[in-house]
């Protein structure tokens, strides 16, 4: 472990495809201070050539001295217990990044398991072996609230799809690890330059999409005042880091005590004894826990309009006819939905100057992302506890502007009109 003023050196796992490419740059900025001594990245992705979206900074990042990516099947024990192994004359790793989970809500149980569940407990399990410092584990926002006020770490929020109720039982396993310095990170909807992935690029991708055609971007979840809290992708990478640190100077007892939470079965019973590593229900699962969320408690108007206002047009919902039918047939009306801005969007990279030939970013919205969100989140426990500040505490005009023109200067968001 890092000591005497000496920085520590970290293991990010997973999350190439969603936020640790954002962390990474935190860590070993290409320019300005490092927090680490020495950073590895391990994913199942290429990075040369590519095999997911990597945006115009995460190259720069691993071009420096002390920064090195592993490419690994972490369900495979051996595989993780190599990416703990430091290289020659380099201190053992102290901090370590659990960014893995599946995303893809189209997956199945069985998937969900295996890359969600078993592959955190392999890591985890290599990790208290090793009595690392901090094991910070991002957690993806996968819970309905409640309609009413914001929601603090002590309320049970549930998971609803089958991937969401594992990546929750994977909190539970985490906190039953003996000498593991868990600390539980759970975001809202993450956005910010760089992020194509989530419902927010989404969102943007497709009111741009609206505005070039100077059409109403519509839903049928009127009147719109579902919480869907926001944070941005830097405060994702700061509150890790920060949680890191503090769990390095607390210990897991102290930790436990200061912020330790209990979480809630919600589970299939029968799993117990068909997967293994998951604890019994009735067995107690406490581990310190922050939820991490802006301060503009967005909702889906709130949030919609100024998205859409920003591309020039407005946010409205259908009439109590066409949403009451919408909600009795939305399997079918996907591919009817999507119909409207699709192709619209090709036309757009199409017409780009230059045009774009290639884009991570896409206009289909899938069953997710048309299905109502309800997440609501109260963020002073992290503020108070660990200290956290936010960086970005608003979700707004300006820091919209500034994930659009990363994607212009990449060359992943269309120029229309001399823009």
Wanted: glycine share 6%; with cysteine; net charge negative.
């Amino acid at each position: 472990m890092a000591g005497n003023g000496e920085k520590p050196s970290a293991i990010i796992f997973g999350g190439i495809n969603t936020f640790s490419r954002a962390l990474a740059a935190l860590l070993v900025p290409p320019e300005g201070d490092r927090l680490v001594s020495h950073l590895r990245i391990v994913d199942k992705f290429s990075v040369s050539p590519p095999t997911t979206y990597l945006g115009s900074q995460f190259p720069k990042v691993l071009s420096q001295p002390d920064v090195e990516y592993r490419q690994a099947n972490l369900t495979v024990p051996s595989a993780v217990a190599s990416a703990f192994e430091p290289l020659p004359g380099k201190p053992p790793f102290s901090y370590v990044f659990d960014l893995t989970g599946e995303v893809n809500h189209d997956r199945g149980e069985v998937i969900a398991i295996k890359l969600t569940f078993t592959v955190a407990r392999i890591i985890a399990l290599e990790a208290a072996k090793r009595n690392v410092a901090a094991y910070v584990r991002l957690q993806q926002p996968v819970y309905e609230s409640s309609d009413k006020g914001t929601h603090d770490e002590k309320e049970d929020v549930k998971p609803v799809r089958p991937l969401d109720v594992w990546w929750h039982e994977t909190l539970r396993m985490l906190a039953s690890i003996q000498g593991l310095n868990l600390v539980i990170l759970r975001s809202g909807f993450v956005y910010g330059p760089y992020v194509e992935y989530g419902l927010y690029s989404l969102v943007i991708t497709v009111a741009s999409v609206y505005g070039y055609m100077k059409k109403p971007m519509k839903t049928i979840w009127g009147p719109g005042k579902e919480p869907v809290h926001t944070v941005h992708v830097e405060d994702v990478a700061g509150a890790m880091w920060s949680c890191a640190m503090w769990i390095n100077k607390q210990g897991r007892e102290q930790a436990i005590a200061l912020a330790g939470e209990k979480i809630p079965f919600h589970n299939d019973k029968s799993k117990a004894k068909e997967v293994d590593g998951m604890i019994p229900p009735d067995e107690q699962s406490i581990a310190p826990l922050f939820n991490l969320v802006d301060d503009s408690e967005t909702t889906l108007a709130k949030g919609g309009s100024m998205i859409t206002e920003y591309f020039g047009t407005t946010f409205e919902f259908y009439s109590n006819f066409e949403t009451t039918m919408a909600k009795l047939k939305l399997d079918d009306l996907v591919e009817e939905i999507n119909e409207h801005h699709v192709g619209t969007w090709t036309e757009m990279l199409q017409r780009s100057n230059p045009p774009i030939t290639h884009t991570p970013l896409n206009a289909y919205m899938d069953k997710y992302a048309l299905s109502k969100h309800k997440l609501a989140y109260n963020n002073e426990k992290i503020k108070s506890i660990v200290g956290y500040e936010l960086k970005r505490p608003s979700f707004d005009r300006e820091t919209l502007r500034e994930v659009v023109e990363k994607w212009k200067e990449e060359g992943t968001w269309p120029r229309l009109d001399g823009n």
